[in-house]
Nanobody
């Protein structure tokens, strides 16, 4: 089992920045790849970013490419999502997730085994 807890969400003006954190406990964090997803009211869950177990490879959803950066610090059992140039359409609940395939950066939420409870990000225009 892996337990994931997100933090860092909040209210920010358009053009601003936020950094989300995801602290993992339980099984060895560095044996899992990690992803961030988001879900806005009335919309399907959307892939934001993924990172392999050692941070060697990353991938991003088209809507955040060039604005968001995913990273991880395995010594701290923590993953991060740096979000810059935020837009109102980035408003959503953001979830981190862990994938037992350490080499994956999959955009398919069904590939992820463990999920956090989510953190709300609201961008005002």
């Amino acid at each position: 089992q892996v337990q994931l807890v997100e933090s860092g969400g909040g209210l920010v003006q358009a053009g601003g920045s936020l950094r989300l954190s995801c602290v993992a406990s339980g099984r060895t964090f560095n044996s899992y790849s990690m992803g961030w997803f988001r879900q806005a009211p009335g919309k399907e869950r959307e892939f934001v970013a993924g990172i392999t177990y050692n941070g060697g490879r990353t991938s991003y959803g088209n809507s955040v490419q060039g604005r968001f950066t995913i990273s991880r610090d395995n010594a701290k059992n923590t993953g991060y999502l740096q979000m810059n140039s935020l837009k109102s359409e980035d408003t959503a609940v953001y979830y981190c997730a862990a994938n037992a395939n350490p080499y994956s950066t999959s955009s398919d939420y069904a590939q992820y085994n463990y999920w956090g409870q989510g953190t709300q990000v609201t961008v005002s225009s």
